[in-house]
T-cell receptor
Framework: NAGVTQTPKFRVLKTGQSMTLLCAQD?????MYWYRQDPGMGLRLIHY???????AKGEVPDGYNVSRLKKQNFLLGLESAAPSQTSVYFC???????????FGQGTRLTVV | ELKVEQNPLFLSMQEGKNYTIYCNYS?????LYWYRQDPGKSLESLFV???NGAVKQEGRLMASLDTKARLSTLHITAAVHDLSATYFC?????????????WGAGTKLIIKP
């Protein structure tokens, strides 16, 4: 039972490079979320999706794009990485409004 | 503005003691979740509270929800070192959230032997 799987687990980027983080869930969940977690900042929502083909902006969307072409996958893209995007990124999914969210193991991204 | 406030944000306590973490929220909600995060790890669901008066217990942890006071508590009984972690609460507002969970800042709990 895989749950929520994030790829990659670690990455180092140079400023200006681009990359895509993949989140895959095998629980047939409708809602998916991308968060970033910085020391002392808690969780901040970047983008989220309430179903296949839908996306919406969260609290800190600038510099990121997302896509949900398939229900099980939620991709987070960084078009031109900046040092301020150094963070730990978590993907989460949930079935509906009455259930808890399940989290992936996180991606530790460093932009130098 | 939808807010979720946890207190304390940091707690250092001795093994064997009891303590309570508080989670206050600013909007109408009867759905609240508690999570645990170990250092360098992901978030793990602890409790799901879906109605006023809901109480859930797992080992030395007990969570409750008072929707009228807009307050949830996470009570630790006879703390042990293994409970050292950061604890988050998250609220699911009935409206105005666009399906988002609203998160508290987390309470870092250190339990000393």
């Amino acid at each position: 039972n895989a749950g929520v799987t994030q790829t990659p687990k670690f990455r180092v980027l140079k400023t200006g490079q681009s990359m895509t983080l993949l989140c895959a869930q095998d629980m047939n969940h409708e809602y998916m979320y991308w968060y970033r977690q910085d020391p002392g900042m808690g969780l901040r929502l970047i983008h989220y999706s309430v179903g296949e083909g839908t996306t919406a902006k969260g609290e800190v969307p600038d510099g990121y794009n997302v896509s949900r072409l398939k229900k099980q996958n939620f991709l987070l893209g960084l078009e031109s990485a900046a040092p301020s995007q150094t963070s730990v990124y978590f993907c989460a999914s949930r079935m509906d409004m009455n259930t808890e969210a399940f989290f992936g193991q996180g991606t530790r991204l460093t932009v130098v | 503005e939808l807010k979720v406030e946890q207190n304390p944000l940091f707690l250092s306590m001795q093994e064997g003691k009891n303590y309570t973490i508080y989670c206050n929220y600013s909007t109408t909600s009867d759905r609240l979740y508690w999570y645990r995060q170990d250092p360098g790890k992901s978030l793990e669901s602890l409790f799901v509270l879906l109605s006023n008066g809901a109480v859930k217990q797992e080992g030395r942890l007990m969570a409750s929800l008072d929707t009228k006071a807009r307050l949830s508590t996470l009570h630790i009984t006879a703390a042990v070192h293994d409970l050292s972690a950061t604890y988050f609460c998250a609220v699911d507002p009935r409206r105005g959230s666009n399906y988002q969970l609203i998160w508290g800042a987390g309470t870092k709990l250190i339990i000393k032997p």
